[in-house]
Every structure is written in structure tokens, then in C-alpha cells.
């Protein structure tokens, strides 16, 4: 049942990157999708608890539900604005390697333990983000576009590092995943609420795109959660993040035609290989 999480997680992280993308190009802004996401996340999810007995809501769920999910609505407002500067796939692949920073935590704070091929793993990841920002030419330019993605990416890789280290709280401290799930996602909407105010103009047009980002991302994070209540997080975030790596770049090249150079192509190889070592393991 383990690995049936973690594949949906794969498909519902990669459902949410391919909209946001498709978004894009017909005009939808990286706002107007953010805040419909978390809005109707937060809405689906309140309906939930409202027709199931509710869970005890203790301080301890209230504070890792919404830190965590103020990082993540500022994380995929980010992403959204990134993959309009720049290449779908490295936006992608940079974004999701993020998986390295709740392992992180998981073994300095939670005492999880870190496996040498782990380590192996992570290494090779590091190498490849810094390949295919390379190969992406981010680091040519302060004023230049590709400049401007790669700190947005950067960015956001930092910040979305936050609902996964709250992901592993919430199945550490065996707290209720329905309460964390509507919390986070009404942190999310709060925190979007100044940058929208400011805006004051929204396009219906993004709704049906918000819906869907939405589904996507709720499985997502259930499952995420109901993985790590199974595996150790060296496993699920390495695997669940790192598997829409594979996807996206196979969306990138044959839906959005997009190139990959050979130092980049270079990078995907070790990035990958990072996961095949880490996941051999289990």
C-alpha cells in the first residue's frame, strides 16, 4: 500500500506543475492560479472535516500546519512566476529536489537515520540542480531573464521545503492529516491575501485550472503523509519529488517542445541516478 501512496503522489505533484504551465499559456496568472488553488483546497478541505467527526485540534497541529503552509503559498506563487521566465523542465527538476531539505531535518532534529547510499544520493542531486542551472544559462547575467528564474526557483525550492518538513510532522507526531490539510491550505490563502489585495483584478478563467491544481495537489499531500507514516523520509521525498522530475521533463520535450543541452541532459542523468541509489535501498 506503501508504494500505491507514493505513485499517487507522483502523479498528483505532477498534475498540479503541468497546469500551472498549461495556465501560462493561455493567459492565466501566477496568481490568480495560486490563490484559486489554495482557495479551493482549503474550501474541499473544510467540507471533509465538516462531514466526519473532527479530530482533536491541539497547538501543536496549528503550528506545523500553518508555517508550513504560508512557505507553501509563497513557494508555488514563485513556481508559477518561474515557469513563465523559463524552461518547464528545469523549473520543474530544480523545484522538486527539494526533497533533500526534509530529510535534512528529519535526520538532524528527528534523529531519522541517514543510510550511506542516502548520502550518495543527495550528493549527486546537489551536483545535478547546479548542471541544469548551468546549462539553462541562469548564472549569465544579473538583468537577464534567466538570471530572474533561476532566483525565483531558488526561491521557491527553499520554501516549499516547509510543507514537506510539516508533512513529516504531521505522520511523526501522528496528528490528523484532515486537520493539517485544511489548515495549511487556509495559511496558504492568508498569506496570498495581501499580494491579491494589492492586484484587486481576477480572471474566472483560472477556476477550472485552480480545480484541478487543486485535486492534484490534495492527493499530493495525503498520500505524502500516509507514505511517511510507512517509509522513512529518505524514501518517500526522494522518490515521491523526484518522480514528477521524470515526468515533467518527458511533458517538457514532447507537449511544450522545449530543449535540453547536454551539460543539462547531464544533470537529469545524476539526479536520477541519485534516486536510483537511494530508492535500491528499500
Same mark, same amino acid.
Given at each position: 500500500?506503501?508504494?500505491?501512496?507514493?505513485?499517487?503522489?507522483?502523479?498528483?505533484?505532477?498534475?498540479?506543475?503541468?497546469? %500551472?504551465?498549461?495556465? @501560462?499559456?493561455?493567459?492565466?496568472? &501566477?496568481?490568480?492560479?495560486?490563490?484559486?488553488?489554495?482557495?479551493?483546497?482549503?474550501?474541499?478541505?473544510?467540507? +471533509?472535516?465538516?462531514?466526519?467527526?473532527?479530530? +482533536?485540534?491541539?497547538?501543536?497541529?496549528?503550528?506545523?500546519?500553518?508555517?508550513?503552509?504560508?512557505?507553501?503559498?509563497? %513557494?508555488?506563487?514563485?513556481?508559477?512566476? %518561474?515557469?513563465?521566465?523559463?524552461?518547464?523542465?528545469?523549473?520543474?527538476?530544480?523545484?522538486?529536489?527539494?526533497?533533500?531539505?526534509?530529510?535534512?531535518? @528529519?535526520?538532524?532534529?528527528?534523529?531519522?537515520?541517514?543510510?550511506? @547510499?542516502?548520502?550518495?544520493?543527495?550528493?549527486?542531486?546537489?551536483? &545535478?540542480?547546479?548542471?541544469? *542551472?548551468?546549462?539553462?544559462?541562469?548564472?549569465?547575467?544579473?538583468?537577464?531573464?534567466?538570471?530572474?528564474?533561476?532566483?525565483?526557483?531558488?526561491?521557491?525550492?527553499?520554501?516549499?521545503?516547509?510543507?514537506?518538513?510539516?508533512?513529516?510532522?504531521?505522520?511523526?507526531?501522528?496528528?490528523?492529516?484532515?486537520?493539517?490539510?485544511?489548515?495549511?491550505?487556509? %495559511?496558504?490563502?492568508?498569506?496570498?491575501?495581501?499580494?491579491?489585495?494589492?492586484?484587486?483584478?481576477?480572471?474566472?478563467?483560472?477556476?477550472?485550472?485552480?480545480?484541478? &491544481?487543486?485535486?492534484?495537489?490534495?492527493?499530493?499531500?495525503?498520500?505524502?503523509?500516509?507514505?511517511?507514516?510507512?517509509?522513512?523520509? *529518505?524514501?518517500?521525498?526522494?522518490?515521491?519529488?523526484?518522480?514528477?522530475?521524470?515526468?515533467?521533463?518527458?511533458? *517538457?520535450?514532447?507537449?511544450?517542445?522545449?530543449?535540453?543541452?547536454?551539460?543539462?541532459?547531464?544533470?537529469?542523468? +545524476?539526479?536520477?541516478?541519485?534516486?536510483?541509489?537511494?530508492?535500491?535501498?528499500?
Amino acid at each position: 500500500m506503501g508504494w500505491l501512496y507514493v505513485l499517487i503522489t507522483i502523479l498528483g505533484i505532477t498534475t498540479v506543475a503541468f497546469v %500551472a504551465k498549461i495556465a @501560462s499559456r493561455n493567459n492565466i496568472s &501566477a496568481l490568480d492560479l495560486t490563490s484559486t488553488l489554495f482557495t479551493i483546497s482549503a474550501l474541499l478541505c473544510l467540507g +471533509l472535516l465538516a462531514f466526519n467527526p473532527v479530530p +482533536l485540534v491541539t497547538g501543536r497541529i496549528i503550528l506545523i500546519s500553518f508555517i508550513p503552509g504560508a512557505c507553501g503559498g509563497i %513557494a508555488v506563487l514563485l513556481f508559477n512566476y %518561474a515557469i513563465r521566465l523559463g524552461h518547464f523542465g528545469f523549473s520543474n527538476t530544480i523545484y522538486r529536489t527539494s526533497f533533500i531539505l526534509p530529510i535534512i531535518f @528529519s535526520v538532524l532534529l528527528l534523529a531519522e537515520p541517514l543510510h550511506s @547510499s542516502a548520502k550518495t544520493g543527495i550528493t549527486l542531486t546537489l551536483l &545535478a540542480i547546479f548542471l541544469i *542551472s548551468y546549462s539553462n544559462e541562469a548564472f549569465f547575467g544579473i538583468k537577464s531573464s534567466a538570471f530572474k528564474w533561476f532566483l525565483l526557483i531558488l526561491l521557491s525550492f527553499f520554501l516549499s521545503g516547509g510543507p514537506r518538513i510539516g508533512q513529516k510532522l504531521v505522520a511523526y507526531y501522528k496528528e490528523s492529516t484532515a486537520v493539517y490539510l485544511f489548515l495549511s491550505y487556509l %495559511a496558504g490563502v492568508l498569506v496570498l491575501l495581501p499580494v491579491y489585495f494589492k492586484t484587486r483584478s481576477y480572471s474566472k478563467k483560472a477556476l477550472p485550472y485552480g480545480l484541478i &491544481a487543486a485535486l492534484g495537489s490534495i492527493a499530493g499531500v495525503y498520500c505524502t503523509i500516509s507514505a511517511l507514516r510507512i517509509f522513512p523520509s *529518505s524514501v518517500v521525498f526522494t522518490v515521491t519529488l523526484s518522480g514528477p522530475i521524470i515526468l515533467g521533463l518527458i511533458l *517538457s520535450l514532447a507537449v511544450f517542445k522545449e530543449k535540453i543541452k547536454a551539460l543539462g541532459w547531464l544533470g537529469i542523468v +545524476l539526479g536520477l541516478a541519485g534516486i536510483r541509489i537511494i530508492y535500491l535501498k528499500y
